[in-house]
Nanobody, 117 residues
Framework: QVQLVEYGGGLVQPGGSLRLSCAASGSIFGFNTMGWYRQAPGKERELVAT???????NYLNSVKGRFTISRDNAKNTVYLQMNSLKPEDTALYYC???????????WGQGTQVTVSS
């Protein structure tokens, strides 16, 4: 069974930075994608950033140039560096891992990011 554990959320002032981490444990094999979704109260969940095991990235338009996703394949860990944070980035951020060969997606428990002065 695969488990995802997230770290790094918190309260930050507008313009500040945070780094989220998500460590995956268990049986991880084949082509896979790790990334982050977020959901703010009263809003739909949105995909923030993804990074495949092959190195391809994808970002939500509103975070391009501010957020950077990276991963350490040896540690099965994905990171989200968030700079120039805005109040509208406030949300519960969820890490996910999708293993393509078995068409299965695993989720982290979520970590709260609050951007406020």
């Amino acid at each position: 069974q695969v488990q995802l554990v997230e770290y790094g959320g918190g309260l930050v002032q507008p313009g500040g930075s945070l780094r989220l981490s998500c460590a995956a444990s268990g049986s991880i094999f084949g082509f896979n994608t790790m990334g982050w979704y977020r959901q703010a109260p009263g809003k739909e969940r949105e995909l923030v950033a993804t990074l495949t095991s092959g190195g391809s990235t994808n970002y939500l338009n509103s975070v391009k140039g501010r957020f950077t996703i990276s991963r350490d394949n040896a540690k099965n860990t994905v990171y989200l560096q968030m700079n120039s944070l805005k109040p509208e980035d406030t949300a519960l951020y969820y890490c996910y891992l999708r293993i393509a060969p078995i068409a299965t997606t695993y989720w982290g428990q979520g970590t709260q990011v609050t951007v406020s002065s």
